[in-house]
Every structure is written in C-alpha cells, then in structure tokens.
C-alpha cells in the first residue's frame, strides 16, 4: 500500500510545485512584457490647432502589470497613424501621452425642429471672438442705425458767391444702436461644436465671423415669415453690412 499510495503523494507534489513555478513565473513574465502606447517626444510643445507631426510622437513602453484600465483611455502605438494630421485640442508637453477624449468628433450634422429657420449673420471681426462662443449659447446683437435728424432743417448759410443767396448745408446724422435678441447659435461658420474640437479638425477661418443663428418661421414651409424680431435684424444688417455689428454672449443656464 505504501508503495502506489507514496507514489500518488508524489505525483501530486510534483504537480503543485509546476504551478507554483507556472504562476511565478507568469508574474515575472508580465512584469517584463509591455504594452506600447502613443505619447508625444521630449522636447516637444505642441500648442492647441498646432498639426501633430511624425517626428512629435514616440512609443512608451509601460509594463503590462502596471497598465491597469489605461488602455481604455489612451492611444496604443499601432493607433499614429490615424492621429497624424489632426490638430491639438489642447496643449501638450513631451512625455505626455494622447488620450482618447482629447480626439472628439464634432456633431455630424445641424437639426432644426418644426417651426424653426437657420438664419446667417455676418458680425465685425473687431467686436467678436468666436473662440469664447460655442453652438447652444444664446446671444443678443448690437446693431448700429443711422437716421437723418428730421426735427433739424438744413441750416441756411452764405453761398459764398457774392449774391447773399442762402445754400443748404447737408442735414445731420445721429448715431445710435438697437440690441435685437436674444437668438440661440447654431453654427459658427461651419463650425458645429466646440472651438477645441473644431481647432482639431481645421484651425479658425475667417467664416467664424458667420453666425447661424435660430429663428422663429411664423409662416409655412412654402411661404416662410420671419419672427418679429428676427426680421428687424434682417433689416438692419442689410443697411450696414456687417460694420459695427457687436455680439452680447448672455450667462450660461447649465447648472455649474
């Protein structure tokens, strides 16, 4: 009995000890395998809507032990050349590593709902910064008018040709400006999101100057009527381009 039963009580050590040694040395394993992820080299400062090149990444190699979740939430190293042309969305420093949320994508395409008009208005490039606005904000313009001073007769002076005979001096203009609004954005040139992720995908244009804004149609499909509102602004900006139209960004209703 001894014999089959120390024969039995071998085999099964021997078979504890190969997976103690298996699992010892899996661990080590692990420790010196790793996984490559994508980071920017040292040196280099790229800054937001800078192109990222070739030459700004490199491959960081971590510990396969020590990765935990991150690869759910960075770039591996087989994924450069997909990124290579993109734009920053934000600043990076060498020995960073791209992570995934920093590569959003902009929203497909606009939606109007029922009853609704996208409606363009060019705005002066010296009163507005589109970096600070962002489609789903609400805005309200500033809108310069220019109208003759009818209570004012033209002043009569000397015509200067010896007769005495009065000349009309040309009547004087008063200057002033409506606020029309408040209007909810859009678009921003053909921008649909964020200025970082449009700094991603192209840099800033001079089509930022264009906003598309939202308005009330009070008519049909067929026979569309703007807004009250919305048509005075129409009218306006016909009459003085885009000269010294201003943008108020009114106060974000998000809770903070």
Same mark, same amino acid.
């Given at each position: 009995?001894?014999?089959?039963?120390?024969?039995?009580?071998?085999?099964?050590?021997? $078979?504890?000890?190969?997976?103690?040694?298996?699992?010892?040395?899996?661990?080590?394993?692990? +420790?010196?395998?790793? $996984?490559?992820?994508?980071?920017?080299?040292?040196?280099?400062?790229?800054?937001?809507?800078?192109?990222? +090149?070739?030459?700004?990444?490199?491959?960081?190699?971590?510990? /396969? @032990?020590?990765?935990?979740?991150?690869? %759910?939430?960075?770039?591996?190293?087989?994924?450069?050349?997909?990124?290579?042309?993109?734009?920053?969305?934000?600043?990076?420093?060498?020995?960073?590593?791209?992570?995934?949320?920093?590569?959003?994508? &902009?929203? &497909?395409?606009?939606?109007?709902?029922?009853? +609704?008009?996208?409606?363009?208005? =060019?705005?002066? =490039?010296?009163?507005? $910064?589109?970096?600070? !606005?962002?489609?789903? %904000?609400?805005?309200?313009?500033? !809108?310069?008018?220019?109208?003759?001073? #009818? #209570?004012? +007769?033209?002043?009569?002076?000397?015509?200067? *040709?010896?007769?005495?005979? &009065?000349?009309?001096?040309?009547?004087?203009?008063?200057?002033?400006? /409506?606020?029309?609004?408040?209007?909810?954005?859009?678009?921003?040139?053909?921008?649909?999101?964020?200025?970082?992720?449009?700094?991603?995908?192209?840099?800033?244009?001079? =089509?930022?100057?264009?906003?598309?804004?939202? !308005?009330?149609?009070?008519?049909? *499909? #067929? /026979?569309?009527? @703007?807004?009250?509102?919305?048509?005075?602004?129409?009218?306006?900006?016909?009459?003085?381009?885009?000269?010294?139209?201003?943008?108020?960004?009114? &106060?974000?209703?998000?809770?903070?």
């Amino acid at each position: 009995m001894k014999g089959p039963i120390g024969l039995v009580v071998a085999l099964l050590l021997g $078979v504890l000890a190969a997976a103690l040694n298996w699992v010892y040395l899996e661990g080590k394993t692990r +420790q010196v395998r790793s $996984v490559s992820f994508l980071g920017i080299r040292e040196g280099a400062a790229i800054r937001p809507g800078d192109e990222i +090149q070739d030459a700004d990444l490199v491959e960081v190699r971590i510990p /396969e @032990l020590h990765t935990g979740k991150l690869k %759910d939430y960075v770039y591996f190293y087989d994924d450069r050349e997909t990124l290579k042309g993109f734009r920053a969305t934000r600043p990076y420093l060498g020995g960073e590593l791209l992570r995934r949320e920093d590569f959003r994508t &902009p929203p &497909p395409e606009l939606r109007l709902a029922k009853g +609704q008009l996208l409606a363009w208005l =060019s705005v002066d =490039s010296r009163s507005f $910064v589109p970096e600070l !606005v962002n489609p789903g %904000d609400r805005v309200t313009f500033i !809108v310069p008018t220019a109208t003759p001073r #009818a #209570a004012l +007769q033209p002043t009569p002076v000397d015509a200067g *040709d010896g007769t005495g005979a &009065p000349a009309a001096a040309p009547a004087p203009m008063a200057s002033n400006v /409506e606020m029309i609004g408040p209007f909810v954005i859009a678009a921003i040139g053909s921008r649909l999101g964020s200025a970082e992720v449009s700094r991603a995908a192209r840099g800033r244009g001079m =089509s930022d100057y264009e906003l598309g804004i939202v !308005v009330k149609n009070e008519g049909t *499909d #067929a /026979e569309p009527r @703007l807004e009250a509102k919305a048509a005075r602004l129409a009218e306006l900006s016909r009459r003085v381009g885009n000269q010294g139209i201003g943008v108020l960004l009114h &106060p974000s209703t998000e809770a903070r």
